[in-house]
């Protein structure tokens, strides 16, 4: 609550040489701690025992260590893990673990709430409450981590994750805390991940994705369109909508093409919304012929509105009419449907919004 003190975990990995200095404590002292709390996820000042006792004491009258409080785990028939975290200020955030081929994906938040107001995600129901911390999305990864440790998923590749940021909130609106917890993941002393394990997953504000691109990150995206066209994608998505289609396309684009890599568009399919097949053929006019693939996402429905899936055989004649353009395009069924846990399902139980 107002007590709280700031975060050691939100510290960019160049800052920790300050604190040591600060401290009248020499440089390595500062590497030791930056590799406690980001490469070891320690989440207690008695973990840090290479450390001089006193200097532990001020530190931990001086900073918070930890800032989430686990409070429910589930898990899905599937295997899919959904985790409910508590946070200093009372608000909650939720992350999942999901079981793929060879590895687990780690689908993190980036914000208390959302301000795009999608109309078929359940993070948009109550509006945008505040940015996470660079700490706090760290502290996700590292706690997912630990689980996956404790309780490995065989023949999912054991240990070995990549992160996604589709859990709740905008990333590219909450752009410093995003920018800072890359830092911090691709960091050798850090997380020490690799720029591929890592996706950022957008609904593409102009603004977010121009920062993006001149910020260069190397990370993988997916642009969630939900609208090959800018009036109905307005309709479902009035935020990110303001951005005509074609440019946040255009500025995709140029973001995979400096990152080298193929850029995702994400495309929730919703019955008599964007299960047309006029649709499909605007999309795959605009994507034919570039650096794309294409996610289709059957939509989880919400319960508390007419949207829902369509049929199947509706969801396989989109995916046809892009295939014959030359667009590769997947239909991905998203994890953890039975707990709430899927896309854009995250935190409806909890708070009935
Ligand atoms: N704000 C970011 C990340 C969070 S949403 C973004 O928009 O990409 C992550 C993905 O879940 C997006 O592709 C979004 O379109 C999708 N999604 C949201 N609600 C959904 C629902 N009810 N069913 C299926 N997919 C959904």
Not at 45 to 69: F, G, S, V
Not at 157 to 169: I, P
Not at 279 to 307: C, E, S, Y
């Amino acid at each position: 609550m107002s007590e709280s003190k700031p975060l050691l975990r939100s510290l960019v990995p160049a800052a920790f040489a300050g604190v040591s200095a600060a401290a009248g404590q020499p440089r390595y002292r500062g590497d030791q701690l930056r590799h406690w709390v980001h490469g070891r996820g320690a989440l207690a000042w008695d973990a840090m025992t290479n450390l001089p006792r006193a200097w532990r004491d001020d530190l931990a009258a001086a900073w918070d260590l930890a800032a989430l409080e686990p409070e429910a785990r589930q898990v899905s028939a599937d295997g899919t893990r959904k985790f409910l975290f508590r946070l200093r200020d009372g608000h909650h955030v939720e992350s999942v673990i999901i079981p793929m081929a060879h590895h687990a994906t780690f689908c993190v938040s980036s914000q208390v709430g959302c301000a795009m107001a999608c109309r078929f995600c359940a993070t948009a129901r109550g509006g945008l409450v505040r940015d996470l911390e660079p700490g706090e999305i760290i502290e996700q990864i590292q706690r997912l981590e630990a689980d996956l440790v404790a309780v490995p998923m065989p023949g999912h590749g054991e240990r070995s994750f990549n992160v996604v940021f589709m859990g709740m909130g905008e990333p590219l609106d909450a752009w410093d805390p995003l920018a800072a917890a890359l830092a911090i993941m691709t960091d050798p002393d850090g997380l020490g991940m690799s720029k591929r394990r890592i996706q950022i997953s957008t609904s593409g504000p102009r603004e977010g994705l121009a920062r993006l691109l001149a910020a260069a990150p190397g990370v993988g995206l997916t642009l969630s369109l939900g609208g090959a066209d800018d009036e109905s994608r307005r309709r479902l998505m009035p935020v990110p909508g303001r951005t005509p289609v074609a440019e946040a396309v255009d500025l995709a684009e140029r973001y995979g093409r400096a990152a080298g890599r193929r850029v995702t568009v994400a495309w929730v399919l919703i019955e008599g919304r964007t299960d047309g097949l006029q649709q499909a053929r605007t999309l795959a006019r605009l994507l034919a012929g570039r650096p794309f693939k294409v996610n289709l996402i059957p939509m989880n429905p919400l319960h508390d509105d007419d949207l829902d899936r369509p049929a199947r055989e509706r969801t396989l004649a989109f995916q046809q009419v892009l295939t014959d353009a030359g667009v590769a395009a997947f239909i991905r069924e998203s994890g953890g449907r039975d707990i709430d846990a899927a896309c854009g399902q995250l935190r409806r139980r909890r708070t009935g919004a």
